[in-house]
């Protein structure tokens, strides 16, 4: 039975998902409100992940990150790179594909979620006040200049590469 850090961070992926469907419902153009709700959410949701969950995890483990640490910042890289220009079809599916494959790595059976929620059961509930309590995050207007996509394509490229060398598969 997933615990309450598990479901908490789980019902945001929902919450995500659904905001990036209605973002592209109906239209081949991409809907900007639900677009701009689901951009936020998933900086704040990355940032709650990077900023305390892996950092959480790593101390609890006496200073050695979790095995699947790489990989997570490496997709989080590349999603937070996807969502710097104006959104296309394009990009919504590509984040989509990065997305298929990440959520499973926290959600999953032994995964990130699963293993944080053992390792910080003695200050669980802490952990789960900081999620919540987590700022929404200050959005920039979206930037096409000239070097975005060229650093989007070495982001995507790095996170291959991570996928290949981490033993949970490549994309």
Do not use: W
Request: hydrophobic content about 40%.
């Amino acid at each position: 039975m997933p615990g309450p850090l598990y479901q908490f961070l789980q019902q945001d992926h929902e919450r995500l998902d659904d905001l990036l469907k209605r973002s592209v419902a109906g239209s081949p153009a991409v809907e900007l409100g639900p677009y701009a709700l689901f951009r936020a959410g998933l900086l704040r949701h990355i940032g709650m992940e990077e900023k305390i969950l892996l950092p959480t995890a790593r101390r609890l483990r006496d200073g050695e990150p979790l095995p699947i640490a790489k990989r997570l910042r490496a997709d989080h890289a590349a999603l937070a790179s996807l969502l710097v220009p104006t959104p296309t079809g394009d990009i919504v599916a590509t984040i989509r594909d990065i997305l298929a494959e990440h959520n499973p790595l926290e959600e999953g059976a032994g995964g990130m979620y699963e293993l944080c929620e053992r390792l910080a059961a003695a200050e669980l509930e802490a952990l789960i006040a900081r999620l919540h309590a987590a700022p929404e995050v200050t959005v920039a207007p979206h930037f096409d200049g000239p070097r975005v996509q060229a650093h989007i394509e070495k982001l995507l490229r790095d996170r291959s590469e991570s996928n290949r060398g981490d033993g949970t598969g490549s994309s």
